[in-house]
């Protein structure tokens, strides 16, 4: 929640959440996103996990992991998934995340 009220003060953004996977492809199904921005914790499965279940639903949505750590992030860039870390200059991790909400949506 605090992510989706910096993104909304930022003025470029709505921002929905879910809090499961359920909740969110109910979303997914009933809205058309400009990006999904996914944590990496996620529970029963992690973000990358469920990225690649949107793409074998041919779910073309552009998907960002927001995560906390290092070996996640290297990870992401492995598989050619956008990520940003959560750590570090509050207002460095929030332009580069706007930046590419803003880039996925060209």
């Known amino acids: 929640e605090i992510t ?10 709505k921002v929905d959440t879910a809090q499961t996977i359920s ?18 914790y996620l529970g029963s499965i992690n973000g990358l996990e469920y990225y690649n279940q949107l793409r074998v639903k041919n779910n073309p949505t552009p998907f960002i992991l927001f995560t906390i750590d290092n070996e996640t992030a290297s990870q992401a860039q492995q598989t050619g998934v ?3 870390t959560k ?7 929030f332009t ?11």
Do not use: H, T, W
Request: glycine share 4%; charged share 20%; net charge neutral.
């Open 4 to 13: 989706q009220r910096i993104l909304q003060l930022l003025g470029y953004f």
């Open 23 to 40: 909740e969110a492809n109910i979303a997914l199904n009933q809205y058309n996103y400009d990006a999904i921005i996914c944590a990496y």
């Open 82 to 84: 956008p990520f940003v």
């Open 87 to 93: 750590y570090g200059d509050p207002e460095k991790v």
């Open 96 to 106: 580069k995340l706007s930046e590419l909400i803003k880039a996925s949506k060209q």
